[in-house]
T-cell receptor, first 114, second 112 residues
Framework: DTGVSQDPRHKITKRGQNVTFRCDPI?????LYWYRQTLGQGPEFLTYFQNEAQLEKSRLLSDRFSAERPKGSFSTLEIQRTEQGDSAMYLC????????????FGQGTRLTVV | QQQVKQSPQSLIVQKGGISIINCAYENTAFDYFPWYQQFPGKGPALLIAIRPDVSEKKEGRFTISFNKSAKQFSLHIMDSQPGDSATYFC???????????FGPGTSLSVIP
């Protein structure tokens, strides 16, 4: 396991469709984070899990967004009824609890809604 | 509310020069301050980080200076190289703050 893995790397979808992204964290990391990054901006926090529990959700995460981390391993982020404003890079990161949030990021999934 | 401020927005430095990026934070609960480097189309990569019990940390050509009373920290890149051209993000987090909050980023271009 060499790092955080995200799939797919790129996704183009039509407005109104649902999309799902997957993140596989570093195997020993019990914390998993989702961030969103738009062009020219820093990553914005969306939500995070400790093991399988979703402990915090940003108000950026509208009702159309849902994230899961069954069994505390990989995580999925689903966006329902996509809108053009959802176009962004979706980044996943993982860390060890107690590490002071030393988070390691994946390569991201670039979503384009047309 | 922007919890982590960063300047400048962009920076052009000649090869061999020193690149300096400054950040300021507001929340005194932060006790972990990483810097991330991001190349186009890639995720942010952890570069170097500091905790407030030290005022400076150096790793190779990269140095973080930290001023706890002013709630400011900065990244110095010595002997800047064209390969350092990237976007740099300062961030803040910590043991009592369960996530990392990013600054808006600095686009660094190192010209030959």
């Amino acid at each position: 396991d060499t790092g955080v893995s995200q799939d797919p790397r790129h996704k183009i979808t039509k407005r109104g469709q649902n999309v799902t992204f997957r993140c596989d964290p570093i195997s020993e990391h019990n914390r998993l984070y989702w961030y969103r990054q738009t062009l020219g901006q820093g990553p914005e926090f969306l939500t995070y899990f400790q093991n399988e529990a979703q402990l915090e959700k940003s108000r950026l995460l509208s009702d159309r967004f849902s994230a899961e981390r069954p069994k505390g391993s990989f995580s999925t982020l689903e966006i329902q009824r996509t809108e053009q404003g959802d176009s962004a890079m979706y980044l996943c990161a993982s860390s060890l609890e107690g590490s002071g949030t030393e988070a390691f990021f994946g390569q991201g999934t670039r979503l384009t809604v047309v | 509310q922007q919890q982590v401020k960063q300047s400048p927005q962009s920076l052009i430095v000649q090869k061999g020069g020193i690149s300096i990026i400054n950040c300021a934070y507001e929340n005194t609960a932060f006790d972990y301050f990483p810097w991330y480097q991001q190349f186009p189309g890639k995720g942010p990569a952890l570069l170097i980080a500091i905790r407030p019990d030290v005022s400076e940390k150096k790793e190779g050509r990269f140095t973080i200076s930290f001023n706890k009373s002013a709630k400011q920290f900065s990244l110095h890149i010595m002997d800047s190289q064209p390969g350092d051209s990237a976007t740099y993000f300062c961030a803040a987090g910590g043991t009592s703050y369960d996530k990392v909050i990013f600054g808006p980023g600095t686009s660094l271009s190192v010209i030959p």
